[in-house]
């Protein structure tokens, strides 16, 4: 069946809602999400979203603590962009019913997280993400303009390789005229036709064995634009966050926010010796790329599987005011974190590249915007400043539906689009040839392509990858489609771009360190 639409938004979280909203008025907009939607990295957040609010901050601070943490490759036009537009952003989001905490003055009560020179992040007490993804569905489904398809998978976007055409790299205008997407309650792959699509499909953190993010972060939109000829850059900075809840049964890994350091909680190792001090002068409050590679070298020196956080030495009434629900979690698990140290190990968190878009979150495909973690904007360089993607996605949001709403009224629905093809494909034999192939992917990225890098940890990744591409490539021919095999497809694609991209850069910078390139090349 063929559905139109005048905006396509692949993506339920904090991009793809926002700019949903924001275009609503402009014409029909179908959102459609792979699980239910509140199922997205969005509602993981925990620390908050950066922003310049009061008197002793500064655009400028908020604008270097940025392009320090970056290391040298944040484009400079970018992050002040970003920066001076974020107060405007977070007032939409107020005015969308968000809650921010407030002081006994009635002023934001602000975090301070690791880079940050001041206390300047918003937040929800530890919960910031599920209070702006619950705020976002509330208005979303109040917006008589907006469809939501949840449990809806997108396979492909549709281009002109769809009419027969041949389609490349070096095709000069590649068209995006909408997407698959797989009904998972019925099995059966709608073709939705827009004028408009937006990628807001979030980041790829299930391609490692330890993260933080949802199921749901298998790259998909990463991939997609990337099979559909478009540019996707910066991938080898993949961001660890440095303190995960060590819990080796649990997948994702629980958050322990740096907001707690920012709040006074410092790192030790097993043996309860601080160690921070041996690596950077602002210890335990460093970037993170710096605390996730130092956590990691004490653990290897150590022959231990995590350190310790330690907050025993705050007031415990402020602790579990500030962070209820780490306090529950931890509890839960058996330590009281206002009398115990918590263990915590580095996990793969966030994507610092992704699918090139402009300042208008255009991608390189026409028609195709892209908006959110997905993306390379510019804005983080070679390392993220915490706090600042929830800012980036609504930042860029609002770019793409600001161009979008003068392009709507100039584009028609593409015609005599075909179904989606499944002539010749079987009930894939056995679902363990694909749950093994995923495992696969998780140990061959985190023992090779993990904090620490060398040319033969990504020469062998990149070999193993080979095998598992050829093997899936086969066997997605031969299936009737399931979210299942695109999602394996997509971890696989987006592995090979973050090895790919990661053997290319012969230096180390921010995020990406390899042992036989330890220092930078020059700017
Ligand atoms: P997401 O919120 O991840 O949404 C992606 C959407 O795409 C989902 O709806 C998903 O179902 C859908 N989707 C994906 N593939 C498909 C497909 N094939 N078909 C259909 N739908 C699809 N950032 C901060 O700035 N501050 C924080 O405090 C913070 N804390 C974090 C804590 C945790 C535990 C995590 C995991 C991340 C945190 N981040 C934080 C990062 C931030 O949450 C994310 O970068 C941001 O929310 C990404 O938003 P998004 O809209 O781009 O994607
Ligand atoms: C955190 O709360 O530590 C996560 C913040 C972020 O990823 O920006």
Redesign the pocket.
């Known amino acids: 069946m063929t559905h139109k639409f005048d905006f396509l938004v692949?993506?339920?979280?904090?991009?793809?809602?926002s700019f949903a909203l924001k275009v609503a008025d402009r014409g029909k907009v179908a959102i459609?999400?792979?699980?239910e939607?509140e199922?997205?990295?969005?509602?993981?957040?925990?620390?908050?979203?950066?922003s310049v609010t009061n008197s002793t901050d500064n655009f400028e601070k908020h604008i270097e603590d940025t392009l320090n943490c970056g290391d040298g490759l944040c484009v400079n036009a970018v992050v002040e962009r970003v920066v001076r537009e974020a107060p405007a952003q977070i007032k939409e989001l107020v005015d969308w019913g968000v809650k921010f905490d407030t002081d006994s003055r009635g002023s934001f009560d602000l975090h301070k997280?690791g880079g940050h020179s001041e206390h300047r992040?918003l937040?929800h007490k530890d919960s910031?993400?599920a209070e702006i993804?619950k705020s976002l569905i509330k208005a979303v489904k109040n917006h008589p303009n907006i469809s939501v398809f949840e449990n809806?998978?997108?396979?492909e976007i549709i281009t002109q390789h769809h009419l027969g055409q041949k389609v490349t790299r070096q095709t000069p205008v590649i068209e995006c005229y909408g997407a698959y997407?797989l009904d998972e309650k019925t099995n059966y792959i709608h073709t939705f036709l827009s004028k408009i699509t937006l990628i807001?499909?979030?980041?790829i953190?299930t391609i490692y064995q330890t993260?933080?993010?949802?199921m749901?972060?298998?790259?998909?939109?990463i991939a997609?634009v990337y099979r559909a000829k478009g540019t996707v850059r910066d991938m080898e900075f993949v961001q660890f966050?440095p303190t995960a809840l060590y819990n080796p049964n649990e997948r994702?890994s629980?958050?322990i926010?740096?907001?707690m350091r920012g709040y006074g909680a410092v790192l030790r190792t097993k043996n309860g010796k601080e160690f921070m001090h041996k690596y950077d002068d602002r210890k335990s409050l460093a970037p993170r790329d710096i605390v996730a590679r130092a956590i990691d070298n004490e653990m290897k020196n150590r022959g231990d599987e995590h350190v310790y956080l330690d907050v025993t030495h705050k007031d415990a009434e402020e602790t579990k005011k500030h962070f209820p629900n780490i306090y529950q979690k931890c509890l839960d698990f058996g330590i009281d974190i206002t009398k115990e140290y918590i263990p915590v190990a580095p996990a793969a968190?966030?994507l610092c590249g992704g699918i090139e878009v402009d300042k208008d979150a255009r991608s390189s495909i026409h028609r195709l915007y892209a908006?959110?973690?997905?993306?390379y904007t510019g804005l983080h360089g070679a390392n993220r400043l915490?706090?600042?993607?929830?800012?980036?996605?609504i930042v860029y949001?609002d770019a793409a539906a600001k161009h979008a709403e003068n392009e709507i009224e100039k584009l028609k629905h593409q015609e005599n689009i075909p179904n989606w093809n499944d002539e010749g494909t079987s009930l894939p034999e056995e679902m363990i040839l694909i749950t093994q192939s995923e495992r696969e992917v998780n140990f061959v990225m985190s023992s090779y392509v993990g904090i620490v890098r060398s040319n033969l940890r990504l020469k062998r990744a990149y070999d193993r990858l080979e095998i598992l591409y050829q093997e899936t490539e086969s066997l997605f021919q031969r299936s009737v489609v399931s979210?299942q095999i695109?999602?394996l497809r997509?971890i696989i694609n987006v592995g090979y771009l973050v090895i790919t991209q990661a053997m290319q850069r012969k230096e180390s910078r921010g995020l990406h360190y390899n042992i036989d390139y330890p220092e930078k090349n020059k700017l």
């Open positions: 692949i993506g339920s979280g904090i991009a793809g809602m459609v999400s792979k699980n939607l199922d997205t990295n969005t509602f993981y957040a925990q620390g908050g979203i950066a997280e992040i937040h910031t993400g993804q809806n998978f997108a396979i997407i807001a499909t979030g980041g953190g993260t933080t993010n949802p749901i972060a298998t790259g998909d939109g997609m966050h994702p629980f958050l926010t740096e907001a968190h966030f908006a959110g973690e997905c993306t915490a706090s600042n993607s929830l800012l980036e996605a949001a979210k695109c999602e997509n």
